[in-house]
């Protein structure tokens, strides 16, 4: 069949321009529809890396006493590097521990101004090989002498909730989303419709001089994929300004790295094809129902 | 080129659009389809068209049981046949030339033969010069001979004519009769339906009538002739024309035809 590109190009730009306030409208739709869509993926994706590290970062932390001695900084140091469980360890000394110390306490001053490097704790702060035995690694070291306290340190629960709180928020964003979907579906659906109708004579002349169905229909069906496609890219440039935005919050609150590119690659083409698939499921339902070939 | 087969047709309104229609229609031939409204001449076009299919019985066009072929063949058995309607059907925002090139660009024509196929049928048509006109800007009888333009532009090899002098002045429609005789010397089958008397009676071809759906008469070199009253009288007239006829074809099929005729009518 020798459909050839010209014809089926400029009929497409002819339909659209035509019909260009309906176009408009479900172009739009689909463009807000997928950017929520696309936030809402990429909102999951960063919060689910972001829980993933603090979870990973189940570690022990050996406090000493400030004045332990270097004999018993050195014994717990041995009795570090032979426990199993510990994958890694680094020393905070007086001085580093210290900033550490003023950054928790940043909200206090006055605790604050009561601390000096001298008489702040040094630490042992250990990488475990399972966060689940953090509890039994931690009790090796009660009692040891120049031990202050063995503490394991979970993901506090404040993450529990923040993930629960975005899996309420993502499940809301997608259902608006697959509401916008399913109105933008039937938004190109009708678009096509009209399409369909404003030409009813030119495809009348098309199946009376011997048309092939799909030579009628093929324009129709496209307009319908360059709609969803025109909309998928407008909400691909909106989820790229928000992953931007995402971005920004991520190093400024979380002092953690952003997102890997890869990801929002992943997340900008699902958008471009649930909007390609939306166009061409409503030109396709259009064009079987409303033109009788 | 055309055979009805013993063809019944009814609509699920209950209306019986033809019943057991059996006819013949050779290449070359010029046949007018004449009955009143609702007797089922468009339901013989379209069925020639295979925009409806037959009840029962079969229908041959040119060599094929269009009654058999699949969905998907339909456009190309219309590229033989070429189509002309009352209201002409042009597409008022197309040029006349970008009208009659429509009809070969959705068959996907390379554009070489398209602009030199379009220019000799304008010339043909007489309408060489408005090639850049508008449907609007043109008369009616313009307008129909751009639709027999645009019918004719693939060379089918029947052009079927809905009534289309039904709506022209006589001195218009005899200019598209000629049109159209002009159209059939090229070997082209011509079938038209039409209430127009004095074409029919004029150009004295073949004569098939319908009446409530049942062929009535079949008549070489016929007239118009009236309904059911002057039937017996159009009866022999076949006779008489089948007999002096030269047409050969005609014979023993309208003799069945009267048969069948008058057993109806007792």
């Known amino acids: ?293 | 080129m055309i055979t009805f087969d013993n063809v019944t047709k009814s609509y699920i309104t209950g209306i019986d659009a033809l019943t057991g229609v059996s006819l013949e229609i050779d290449r070359g031939e010029f046949v007018f389809l004449v009955g009143a409204s609702g007797s089922g001449k468009t339901t013989f076009l379209k069925m020639l068209l295979r925009e409806e299919t037959p009840d029962s019985g079969t229908i041959w066009v040119a060599g094929r049981d269009i009654g058999r072929l699949p969905p998907a063949r339909i456009p190309y058995l219309r590229r033989n046949l070429g189509c002309v309607f009352q209201d002409f059907r042009l597409l008022p925002n197309k040029t006349v030339g970008e009208n009659v090139a429509f009809a070969l660009e959705v068959i996907g024509r390379p554009r070489g033969v398209i602009k030199t196929q379009v220019t000799q049928v304008l010339d043909l048509v007489g309408l060489g010069q408005k090639i850049d006109r508008r449907p609007h800007e043109l008369s009616g009888g313009e307008q129909q001979r751009v639709a027999i333009a645009r019918a004719f532009v693939n060379r089918p090899l029947i052009l079927l004519a809905d009534e289309p002098t039904g709506n022209l002045d006589p001195a218009t429609s005899s200019g598209i009769m000629k049109l159209l005789e002009r159209i059939n010397k090229t070997g082209t089958t011509v079938v038209m339906a039409t209430h127009d008397v004095g074409i029919v009676d004029e150009m004295r071809r073949r004569v098939i009538q319908l009446e409530h759906g049942h062929l009535v008469r079949d008549q070489a070199r016929g007239i118009y002739g009236e309904a059911s009253e002057t039937q017996s009288r159009s009866i022999s007239s076949i006779a008489v024309g089948a007999v002096a006829g030269d047409d050969e074809y005609e014979t023993g099929f309208v003799e069945r035809r009267q048969v069948r005729a008058r057993r109806g009518r007792r």
């Open chain 1, 1 to 293: 069949m020798a459909v050839s590109f010209d014809y089926v190009a400029k009929e497409t730009m002819a339909n659209l321009w035509r019909n260009r306030v309906m176009a408009l409208a479900a172009v739009l739709t689909v463009a807000v529809s997928l950017s929520l869509v696309g936030t809402a993926l990429l909102l999951r994706q960063v919060v689910n890396r972001q829980i993933g590290q603090w979870s990973s970062n189940v570690s022990l932390q050996v406090f000493m006493n400030a004045n332990a001695t270097p004999q018993q900084l050195n014994e717990v140091k041995v009795l570090i590097s032979q426990e199993p469980q510990i994958t890694s360890c680094s020393y905070l000394n007086h001085e580093r521990s210290y900033q550490q110390a003023r950054q928790v306490l940043a909200g206090e001053p006055t605790a604050l101004q009561a601390l000096t490097p001298a008489i702040t704790p040094t630490v042992y702060r250990c990488q475990l090989q399972n966060a689940n035995d953090a509890p039994a690694v931690a009790s090796i070291f009660t009692g040891v002498p120049g031990v202050f306290q063995g503490h394991a340190q979970y993901p506090a629960q404040s993450i529990r909730t923040m993930q629960k709180i975005t899996n309420i928020l993502q499940v809301v964003l997608l259902a608006i989303a697959i509401v916008l979907l399913i109105s933008s579906l039937v938004l190109i659906l009708n678009a096509i419709r009209m399409a369909i109708f404003a030409r009813r004579r030119e495809v009348s002349v098309m199946k009376l001089v011997g048309a092939t169905n799909w030579f009628i229909r093929i324009p129709f069906m496209l307009e319908g994929l360059v709609q969803g496609l025109i909309g998928a890219i407008v909400a691909a440039g909106i989820v790229l300004l928000s992953n931007i935005g995402v971005n920004y919050l991520v190093r400024h609150y979380l002092s953690s790295s952003t997102l890997p590119v890869s990801q929002l690659v992943v997340t900008e083409v699902v958008v471009v094809v649930i909007g390609v698939l939306v166009g061409v499921i409503g030109s396709t339902v259009a064009v079987r129902q409303f033109l009788d070939v």
